[in-house]
């Protein structure tokens, strides 16, 4: 659904990217500079409003006409977003506990100067541009450094605040969401939910002992002083993150399993857990840095291995988790059989299965009646073997979005909204502003 009621928090952020060096110009020969607002210690310039149009010119977003009442309405628009920005700007940077990190700027400002260089179509066309509004390429560098900076510290400071206070979003606000949206609403893809028991491959007791013995060696050489991440990327099995030293960056609380989260939560900085077992295998962690509700860890993964007769084993409980299933309630199978780090249930385009799914999906949910059980497919995910049995709750065939369809995504975007809104009032009572004519 295109949103439009815009988020304070989005425009923000939106005005922290726009690329510098833009000449702020009403005509050929008229260059402008002169204050529009003072915020606090800083002021707003005409300049940099006009330095937005620029920008929505180049990204082709219409500006109205010069001389216009919407003209007006519009550099007002964009002045009470740079008020914004500048609310939360002073606000983060008085907040002691917020610390932007040189190695997520860097990471993001080789990312931006790649796309940058890509959307001027080489480096030389890039170097004449930049030229032309008397810019290096090392200047614009330090620029774009200093613009991203200020992007994650506000970023920082809306993870931090944004969610703060209560709010309440009536049903009348949501019809009214979605009814001055519901123009330009997309047609609704046909669907199909599910529901499903996934069993992964169980190790036996020896693979299991087997693994435990060898992450325990690597523990034991972690802790007398061997680098964590030169252990990790010879010895962790986790595709995702052993090539990066086992970095598995920021994370909070519902984004790793329990038993993991358990361990990383109750370490100090520079910890490193016992052997912790969960669903994916034996980890140890090191927690590098904490912030707040956040954690930023390493960790070695070592998994059992698996063979034929595991393989073997498991099939058989799929199949008698199928034949159950033809006359018994499906959730009670889900709450004694399905591994709980895996979803139970999904509702998934049709003509997308494959791309979202495992391929043995594809022909499991293709071409079925609602209520049928089909299964079990077999297939790998997450460098591991499963079963799955299906069953098919709704098949909806294409059309229009209805109101109940979107309750849910429009209440999150509402609250969200009003929390924003509400931390830029208080921002706004704590701190001068004035508008000069």
Avoid: C
């Amino acid at each position: 659904m295109k949103q439009t009621i815009h988020g304070l928090l989005g425009a923000i952020v939106a005005l922290l990217a726009i690329a510098p060096g833009i000449r702020a110009q009403t005509g050929p020969d008229d260059l402008v500079d002169e204050v529009v607002a003072i915020v606090g210690d800083s002021v707003v310039l005409l300049s940099q409003i006009i330095q937005q149009e620029n920008q929505w010119r180049a990204q082709g977003r219409p500006v109205p006409e010069e001389g216009t009442r919407d003209r007006d309405e519009f550099r007002q628009e964009r002045l009470e977003e740079l008020v914004q920005q500048l609310l939360v700007l002073q606000a983060a940077a008085q907040d002691t506990l917020l610390e932007v990190e040189d190695e997520r700027v860097e990471d993001a400002l080789q990312e931006r100067m790649a796309q940058t260089e890509t959307a001027y179509g080489s480096r030389a066309a890039m170097e004449q541009a930049l030229e032309i509004e008397g810019l290096t390429i090392q200047s614009y560098r330090e620029m774009l450094r200093e613009q991203i900076a200020q992007e994650q510290l506000v970023q920082l400071y809306m993870a931090r605040h944004g969610d703060e206070g209560a709010v309440e979003v009536t049903e009348a606000e949501m019809l009214a969401f979605f009814e001055e949206g519901r123009e330009s609403l997309e047609e609704r893809p046909a669907t199909v939910t599910f529901k499903q028991v996934m069993l992964s491959v169980a190790p036996s007791d020896s693979s299991r002992l087997a693994a435990r013995g060898t992450l325990e060696g690597v523990l034991e050489r972690a802790r007398a002083g061997e680098d964590f991440a030169e252990l990790a990327t010879e010895y962790s099995q986790d595709p995702g993150s052993a090539t990066a030293g086992g970095d598995l960056g920021w994370f909070r609380r519902g984004d790793m399993v329990d038993e993991f989260e358990e361990a990383a939560f109750t370490l100090l900085e520079g910890g490193i857990s016992e052997v912790v077992e969960t669903v994916h295998g034996f980890h140890i962690i090191l927690v590098e840095r904490v912030r707040f509700a956040e954690r930023k860890a390493r960790h070695i993964l070592i998994r059992p291995e698996t063979g034929a007769r595991d393989n073997a084993r498991t099939r058989v409980t799929a199949e008698e988790v199928a034949a159950r299933a033809e006359t018994e309630d499906f959730e009670a199978l889900i709450d004694e059989y399905h591994d709980s780090s895996l979803p139970d249930s999904a509702t998934v385009p049709q003509r997308q299965i494959a791309q979202i799914l495992p391929a043995a999906y594809l022909a499991a949910l293709t071409g079925r009646e609602e209520g049928q059980v089909v299964g079990p497919i077999q297939f790998g995910y997450l460098d591991q073997e499963r079963f799955a049995v299906l069953k098919i709750i709704e098949l909806r065939a294409a059309g229009e979005f209805t109101y109940e369809d979107l309750r849910p995504q429009i209440r999150a975007t509402l609250m969200r909204q009003k929390r924003v809104e509400a931390l830029m009032q208080d921002l706004r009572a704590k701190t001068y502003v004035e508008f000069v004519n």
